[in-house]
């Protein structure tokens, strides 16, 4: 997928508060290709922040990562695609059938309303886990990368578009799974930048290089005295300027 720098730029609109929300893709719509709606936001406001998102012609990263039954994730699947969001997410650890039905259900209501499809993502680690939360806190004794690319094969072979993962997973996944399978890097901080409670964090230009194909950025942006200088150097950053 060829993406100009913008599009590739992710803001994770981690607020609680639609006037904010607001405020942030009215400032920032011109520099950023893609708002992200997590749970934080989506819980205090629902589906009024999608609509206002899309009405001002922005695209919707709807990240509120499924996770149930095959059915149930099917049928949220289809809600997503009815809102007309750009890409959603579901955690990979729901297993291959999960995975499965929310790309045929997304696939099938796509084609019945003829609207474009969404993004499907798998979630595959977040980025908070680190090597030794995976094996004492979840019990797998795997190497993180390895656990990781195990998740994004089995993504690929449900139907997904592609991953959530850090980007210090990117070549292990890109060698798996092909140059058109799609990463969506979180955990992404400006050169100098805290890292926050990001365990496995990478610069914009490095994820760039590595083959990143979006980047979420979300307290570098929103937290800056000037968010749109902010983004705009962020931007730089990822064109190597």
């Known amino acids: 997928m060829q993406l100009t720098a913008k599009e590739r730029l992710v803001l994770a609109l981690d607020v609680d508060d639609f006037k904010k929300a607001e405020e942030l893709v009215g400032k920032?719509?011109?520099?950023?290709?893609?708002?992200?709606?997590?749970?934080?936001?989506?819980?205090?406001?629902?589906?009024?922040?999608?609509?206002?998102?899309?009405?001002?012609?922005?695209?919707?990263?709807?990240?509120?990562?499924?996770?149930?039954?095959?059915?149930?994730?099917?049928?949220?699947?289809e809600v997503a695609t009815k809102l007309g969001v750009y890409i959603f997410d579901i955690h990979t650890s729901g297993g291959y059938e999960m995975m499965k039905a929310a790309a045929e259900a997304t696939k099938k209501i796509s084609l019945a309303l003829g609207i474009l499809k969404p993004l499907i993502l798998g979630v595959t680690l977040l980025t908070s886990v680190n090597q030794e939360i995976l094996e004492k806190d979840l019990g797998i004794k795997k190497r993180l990368e390895e656990q990781v690319v195990h998740l994004a094969k089995l993504a690929k072979a449900a139907g997904l578009d592609g991953v959530v993962a850090s980007s210090r997973e990117i070549k292990e996944i890109r060698k798996a799974c092909g140059k058109d399978f799609l990463i969506l890097t979180p955990g992404i901080r400006p050169a100098g930048k805290s890292s926050d409670d990001q365990k496995r964090i990478m610069t914009p230009r490095e994820a760039i290089k590595l083959g990143a194909d979006f980047l979420v950025i979300g307290r570098p942006i929103r937290s800056a005295v000037n968010p749109v200088e902010a983004a705009k150097e962020i931007l730089r950053e990822m064109e190597g300027n």
């Not at 936001?41 to 990263?61: C, D, H, Q, S, W």
């Open 28 to 77: 920032l719509s011109d520099y950023v290709g893609v708002f992200k709606i997590g749970n934080q936001l989506f819980t205090a406001e629902g589906t009024k922040v999608v609509n206002m998102i899309n009405e001002r012609g922005g695209k919707v990263f709807l990240d509120l990562k499924f996770h149930d039954i095959p059915n149930t994730v099917a049928r949220a699947a």
